[in-house]
């Protein structure tokens, strides 16, 4: 009798990747790079500080979401897999040793008609990192229950899953089968117990290392929360050996940059965005121009936010959370009005929108015109500050300018300033 021989780690997730790829067709080599670290990852879950999820998301039905998470599933350690489950329940399976949590049809738990949801999401949330327990009073014995959150998760839905999940995840943008490519058909009855072998197998592997994985602190291509969700992923990798690590190193910098760039962005710091390309190179606009330049912008929502489009009090409450206000200012040839100054802007967009710097080549911008504009050019040149300090926001424009228009007006002043 002849035993058959240890596969190695490399060999072990050659064999899930090439699983993947006969059931599901996956929209890249990355993201099937990815699931199946990911799959792999959930064998040593004691061993990790962080939980990342794994959002298999869907513009349209039958793209192939349900049938990656039906492999994932058979792949990955200790399933729990619910389309329906109340959030105790949840609570209550969660152990020191926790199941993964699979959730199908997710986008009925964060759409619009997901009242009452609110414990759940907030596990998924809390969830993603060690030690974010949470917390009931017990009636009963007048005391307070801590109850464990930590566990692994997938989640497959239609369309975007909210930016608290998927900054949290590995996401997974699935497309419908185009003509020509082919999957086979998974039967659970016949397919599932195979997986379920080399899932075994995938589990002796990693939990014979689990302290060597714990102490692990691979080098992340990525930073912040986007490190912390990959680290388990890069660290099974380079425990494999072979290609994976580069492999790994590959999806997360693809798949990072891919979500950064389609993942979707909060109502305020569209605003935020905006209010860059609406100022041109306008050093102070009224807040009725730059309202007025906000709802005008190709494609943006402030002409229809809310019932009368984006008002100045909106805006204001929308901009206050980065700390920017606005002032009552002098402008030359229309008297005082309320309004923002750039240089308010300034510390906000290096911050949080560096990457949108007006490119070369860019068209021409005119400064503002107030309304009933004076015969000569009006430049807003002088210095800008605020109706709270009388310190200089922003150096005064010299006569080489691009309007050729400096020195044309009188200073511009804030209200209240000595003469």
């Not at 790829?21 to 990355?30: E, L």
């Not at 589990?203 to 014979?208: G, N, V």
């Not at 070369?360 to 050019?377: H, L």
Request: aromatic share 6%.
């Amino acid at each position: 009798m002849t035993t058959e021989p240890t596969r190695t780690g490399a060999e072990l997730l050659a064999e899930l990747h090439q699983a993947l790829t006969r059931y599901v067709v996956m929209p890249s080599k990355q993201a099937t790079d990815a699931v199946t670290l990911w799959i792999a990852a959930t064998h040593a879950q004691p061993a990790w500080a962080h939980a990342p999820r794994l959002v298999i998301r869907a513009p349209e039905r039958r793209c192939g979401k349900s049938r990656l998470l039906d492999v994932v599933e058979a792949t990955c350690h200790n399933p729990l897999i619910t389309v329906n489950a109340s959030p105790a329940a949840v609570y209550r399976s969660i152990t020191p040793d926790p199941p993964v949590l699979l959730v199908d049809e997710a986008d009925t738990i964060f759409g619009p008609k997901a009242d009452g949801n609110e414990d759940l999401r907030g596990l998924l949330n809390a969830g993603h990192q060690r030690g974010r327990p949470a917390l009931r009073y017990d009636a009963a014995t007048q005391t307070v229950v801590t109850i464990p959150t930590f566990a692994m998760a997938a989640l497959a839905g239609i369309g975007a899953m909210p930016d608290t999940i998927e900054d949290r995840a590995v996401v997974v943008h699935m497309r419908r089968r185009a003509a020509g490519e082919k999957a086979a058909a998974y039967r659970s009855r016949r397919d599932r117990e195979p997986l379920r072998a080399l899932a075994a197998q995938l589990t002796e592997w990693l939990r014979a290392d689990l302290a060597t994985l714990e102490r692990t602190e691979p080098e992340m291509p990525v930073e912040d929360r986007a490190a912390d969700t990959w680290e388990p992923l890069v660290a099974v990798a380079d425990h494999a050996g072979g290609d994976w690590p580069a492999r790994a190193r590959a999806a997360a910098v693809a798949m990072t940059r891919e979500h950064n760039e389609t993942g979707e962005v909060s109502d305020r710091l569209r605003l935020l965005i905006d209010c860059r390309t609406a100022f041109r190179e306008d050093l102070a606009l009224p807040t009725a121009e730059l309202l007025h330049r906000l709802r005008t912008l190709p494609e943006s929502p402030w002409g229809e936010f809310g019932p009368t489009g984006l008002t100045a009090m909106k805006l204001g409450t929308l901009l206050r959370e980065y700390g920017i206000r606005s002032a009552t200012i002098r402008f030359p040839g229309s008297g005082q009005a309320k309004g923002y100054q750039r240089a308010e802007f300034a510390d906000a967009w290096a911050r949080y929108c560096p990457e949108l710097d007006t490119p070369e080549g860019g068209e021409a911008s005119q400064p503002y015109q107030p309304q009933n504009p004076s015969s000569e050019p009006v430049r807003l040149d002088a210095w800008y500050g605020s109706s709270r300090t009388g310190r200089k926001a922003v150096p005064p424009l010299t006569s080489e300018n691009e309007a050729g228009t400096a020195g044309t007006a009188p200073p511009l002043r804030v209200v209240g300033e000595d003469a």
